[in-house]
């Protein structure tokens, strides 16, 4: 299922070819193709949950804006856009998100907060999340390339109950790190706490 989307509102101050283009520059083949994936996911979903469909594909097409970017990059926004310096403790998993949003508002003029939100939350969550992130949450994770034990689950729970949807993948993504002994960013936790134990 494919929808067009033509850009009428200025969450983009262009066209969706023009940010496309951009968004292509900016990155590997690899990432971009997922960046596609996400969009169309992220568009079924939106239309399922009433969510406006050309946020949803801005949101999409930018939340891996900054995936490929140097750390030094990531280190000196987060100097100057005066971020939290626990960020410096991290790293790319966490900062193309949280940090990744203020390249998005400088570089593509982005600034509509939904979706700067909504990218800073979509690898970790947030204990308070719009239906605009639950979207892209779900569709960053469920897209279409994506093969997991319980996928298809997952899938299909995003389109019947997004927000057990979002529980389901905190607990996955909490247990799958605990089963790495990865690092755990605090939101993480807040994210579960807040959508896995209802």
Excluded: C
Aim: hydrophobic content about 45%; overall charge negative.
């Amino acid at each position: 299922m494919t929808i067009e989307i033509e850009y009428q509102k200025h969450y983009y101050p262009g066209t969706r070819q023009e940010l496309v283009q951009k968004v292509q520059a900016a990155m590997s083949d690899y990432r971009y193709q997922h960046v596609l994936r996400v969009e169309t996911m992220a568009l079924q979903l939106a239309e399922i949950w009433d969510v406006d469909l050309e946020m949803a594909s801005v949101v999409a097409l930018v939340h891996d804006y900054t995936k490929e970017r140097s750390d030094d990059d990531f280190k000196a926004m987060i100097a100057t856009a005066h971020l939290d310096v626990d960020l410096l403790n991290w790293g790319n998993n966490i900062w193309h998100g949280i940090v990744g949003a203020e390249f998005i508002a400088r570089e593509l003029n982005i600034t509509d907060d939904t979706i700067l939100t909504a990218v800073r939350q979509h690898t970790t969550g947030a204990p308070e999340m719009t239906l605009l992130s639950q979207v892209l949450y779900m569709a960053d994770y469920v897209e279409m390339e994506r093969d997991f034990p319980g996928v298809d689950e997952v899938r299909n729970l995003a389109q019947t109950d997004l927000a057990a949807s979002v529980g389901w993948q905190a607990q996955h993504t909490l247990a799958y790190l605990i089963g790495q002994k990865a690092r755990i960013y605090p939101l993480s936790l807040l994210t579960y706490n807040a959508w896995s134990t209802k």
